[in-house]
């Protein structure tokens, strides 16, 4: 009888093989796909902060802080509707300070942050006159928990 030297998997070994990735598959894939989810919330999170502490931090130049002053004292920074900056129109030197600081093009990618459209205000306010930067609604990583003092129950982030 001829020895025959067979190289290779049998169907039945693949057939396992492509069961067991299967079951791997669907239990580790909605947790992988969570983690992507909350990953995209840090990430607008931490834009959101860059910009407002870029905010506080141009406020301090005596020139932006006067523009802001002579703008009623508040000045915002939204996202349009593709969820890009938007930066105010009225105080020039204030958004050409944020543009080279954080850039013009920062988008927001993650679901819980398309659908809550945050807004950053700059503000003069109190006796003595103070800046205050807000940003509203910052939500956790879980993308359903307000974070930061949340008197007015919607996430809002003072810095």
């Known amino acids: 009888m001829k020895k025959t030297n067979n190289k290779g998997f049998s ?10 990735m299967a079951v791997l598959m669907v239990v580790l894939g909605p947790q ?32 932006i802080y006067d523009e802001v002053y002579n703008n009623s004292k508040s000045v915002s920074i939204t996202f349009d509707t593709n969820h890009k900056i938007v930066f105010p129109t009225a105080t ?11 850039g013009a093009d920062v988008t927001l990618n993650s679901g819980v942050y ?17 800046v205050v930067v807000t940003a509203t609604p910052m939500v956790k990583n879980d993308g359903k928990t307000p974070d930061g003092t949340v008197a007015d129950g919607k996430g809002t982030v003072t810095y």
């Open 11 to 20: 169907l039945v070994e693949l057939i396992v093989v492509i069961a067991i």
């Open 92 to 102: 020039t030197k204030f958004t050409s300070e944020l543009t080279e600081v954080v």
């Open 114 to 130: 398309k659908g809550a459209h945050p807004t950053i205000t700059v503000a003069i306010t109190g006796t003595p006159e103070r």
């Open 32 to 63: 992988l796909l969570k983690n992507v989810d909350k990953a995209r919330i840090q990430r607008d999170n931490s834009a959101i902060s860059e910009i407002a502490n870029a905010a506080k931090i141009a406020m301090a130049d005596q020139d």
